[in-house]
């Protein structure tokens, strides 16, 4: 069996220079050195310790500036913070606003709990500002979900200018905006989040998953309102109770000691190395903007992404066909291709040349492919 290469799945690149075995032996050793071992051991109903608030509040400051620690939710991953926000915000059938092509997470969410997703048309700058309008005037959505830097799976990282359209519209309409960030990070000079022209209308998620490594588990969700964050955290423990205390300590000692922000700084190397590579290799087919996690690439008539993403499967690669990320009833032509699973950079280069072969070539010309 041929083995597989995973382009499929959204993971920071392990960054070179980085003794990730040291740091996590140095983090745990300060953790139970600093810490009462049967804290760590009980649980934690608050969603985070007031160290924790805090730590979450200093990691966020180059993204959103000076935070009330107290606004602050830490959660087991972005997932369950998004899952959490529509059982706490929404109730069974109704609307949630999205983009066409929008991360798998929410959709898988939306469905278990009987809440429904309308896509919004986006352009080449993200949701346009006049159809978000007219969706919120016709559907009175219950929330209205964006993923603006960096945004999975496109990669385009929505201009400042869009992000306070989006913004004013959500506060002409009285539309609660989430906003899933777990790119900003990585992204170049990227623009202000959303949640900072419009604080009150909008709940900001930042997972560590993305941008450090998502063993950790840890997410960070701004709620403004108190009895929202209350409802919320309720909402939370009914699924996943807390985030792990062992982790959420690890993840403090991290941000608090600078080691967070040296790894941050490995992977977004590591990660700008990698599209480098991919630029060189897919030629005019790629698309990204130098930063990040993962490519979309938009594939030539003679494939459709389902065919593309078999065939590249029976040559050993897994990649992400765009139906996985569609929101309506209609898709793009397309797949994602992610960075940073393979450990090793020659394994990636040989993977990314057999893509490049099957893009160049016609299905009929492609012994495994499905006619």
């Not at 924790?52 to 959103?64: G, K, M, S, T, Y």
């Not at 030629?283 to 594939?299: F, K, M, P, Q, T």
């Not at 008539?301 to 209609?330: D, K």
Request: aromatic letters at 6%; glycine letters at 8%; a neutral charge.
């Amino acid at each position: 069996m041929t083995p597989v290469l995973d382009l499929s799945m959204n993971v920071p690149p392990p960054p070179q220079g980085v003794d990730f075995d040291d740091m996590m032996k140095q983090g745990l050793a300060q953790v139970l050195m600093r810490s009462d071992n049967g804290l760590l051991m009980t649980y934690h109903l608050g969603g985070g310790s007031d160290s924790d608030r805090q730590a979450a509040a200093r990691w966020l400051e180059p993204v959103l500036g000076h935070l009330d620690p107290g606004q602050l939710v830490v959660c087991p991953g972005a997932q369950a913070a998004i899952a959490a926000l529509l059982l706490a915000l929404t109730g069974p059938g109704d609307v949630i606003l999205a983009e066409p092509m929008s991360y798998p997470g929410l959709r898988a969410a939306a469905a278990q709990l009987g809440r429904r997703i309308v896509a919004v048309e986006a352009d080449r700058q993200g949701m346009v500002p006049a159809m978000l309008e007219e969706a919120c005037r016709r559907h009175k959505p219950a929330l209205v979900y964006l993923n603006p830097t960096l945004q999975n799976p496109t990669a385009i990282t929505m201009p400042e200018r869009r992000r306070k359209e989006l913004a004013g519209i959500a506060k002409r309409c009285n539309a609660r905006v989430v906003e899933d960030d777990p790119y900003w990070l990585l992204a170049d000079a990227p623009p202000p989040p959303i949640a900072t022209f419009a604080p009150e209308r909008v709940y900001y998620i930042s997972t560590l998953s993305k941008c450090l490594t998502p063993g950790l588990r840890v997410a960070f969700v701004r709620v403004p309102d108190p009895q929202e964050r209350e409802r919320f955290l309720v909402a939370l423990r009914s699924f996943a109770l807390m985030a792990a205390p062992l982790t959420v300590a690890l993840a403090t000692q991290w941000i608090l000691d600078g080691s967070a922000a040296g790894l941050l700084e490995g992977v977004r190397s590591e990660a700008r190395l990698r599209h480098r590579m991919a630029r060189d290799i897919l030629a005019g087919r790629y698309s990204g903007a130098g930063d990040g996690l993962h490519v979309w690439i938009e594939l030539p008539a003679y494939w459709n992404s389902p065919q593309l993403a078999h065939a590249a499967g029976s040559e050993g690669i897994a990649v992400m066909p765009a139906e996985a990320f569609a929101t309506g009833s209609g898709s793009v032509n397309a797949v994602r291709i992610s960075l940073g699973t393979v450990k090793d950079r020659g394994q990636l280069q040989a993977g990314l040349q057999r893509l490049s072969y099957l893009l160049a070539r016609r299905p009929g010309s492609v012994s495994a492919a499905v006619v």
